[in-house]
């Protein structure tokens, strides 16, 4: 299967700091990326489309300006969690998708704990 | 919006015994995907169900996609110790979006 890596796997900040994990498509050109986040025994819920060359696309509820995505390159999206709060504690998980295709190949994902 | 039911919520098994699991929809999904998620990581793809009545398999594993277009079901034959997670149905709505949408999850546990 297709590769896609996050950096980092964990991080663990302050609140009001900001974080940013990094999701790459390693096999394939991606002008498409995901990003879900996943709380504890939950299935994953889609915060945002990443669109390489454009502006995310986000899910109602989810706000833009508290989660930053940038997808400068095919290979390679952003997700920024601004001034995080205690409550964004969760598993972000970010997917590629090749070409047309339908099947998503889905990151590793990045624990983040905000103390 | 759309849905997808999975079921059952939870399975706690002998090691050696088969599982079955499956998805249904009130709406036609045209691809049916199943992953499996491991504690701590991303699902992974296992299984990718493209066309109405197709029978696939990958290993131990075997996925059919229903005729209705809204099912899907999973079985895994002579379980093992590591085939413990997470298994998910997936599918992409409506639209032509790319994005998918996930069943609850079906939680295995395999007892050795």
């Known amino acids: 299967g297709a590769v896609v890596s996050q950096h980092p796997s964990r991080v663990i900040c302050k609140s009001g700091t900001s974080v940013k994990i990094e999701c790459r498509s390693l096999d394939f050109q991606a002008t498409t990326m995901f990003w879900y986040r996943q709380f504890p025994k939950q299935s994953l819920m889609l915060m945002a489309t990443s669109n390489e060359g454009s502006k995310a696309t986000y899910e109602q509820g989810v706000e833009k300006d508290k989660f930053l995505i940038n997808h400068a390159s095919l290979t390679l999206s952003t997700l920024t969690v601004t001034s995080a709060h205690p409550e964004d504690s969760s598993f972000y998980i970010c997917s590629s998708v090749r070409g047309t295709q339908e099947t998503q190949y889905f990151g590793p994902g990045t624990r983040l704990l905000v103390l | ?112």
């Open chain 2, 1 to 112: 919006g759309q849905q997808l039911n999975q079921s059952p919520q939870s399975m706690f098994i002998q090691e050696g015994e088969d599982v079955s699991m499956n998805c249904t929809s009130s709406s036609i999904f045209n691809t049916w995907l199943w992953y499996k998620q491991d504690p701590g990581e991303g699902p992974v793809l296992l299984i990718a169900l493209y066309k109405a009545g197709e029978l696939t398999s990958n290993g131990r594993l075997t996925a059919q996609f229903g005729i209705t277009r809204k099912d899907s079901f999973l079985n895994i034959s002579a379980s093992i110790p590591s085939d413990v997670g997470i298994y998910f149905c997936a599918g992409p709505p409506s639209g032509n979006t790319g994005k998918l949408i996930f069943g609850q999850g079906t939680t295995l546990q395999v007892k050795p």
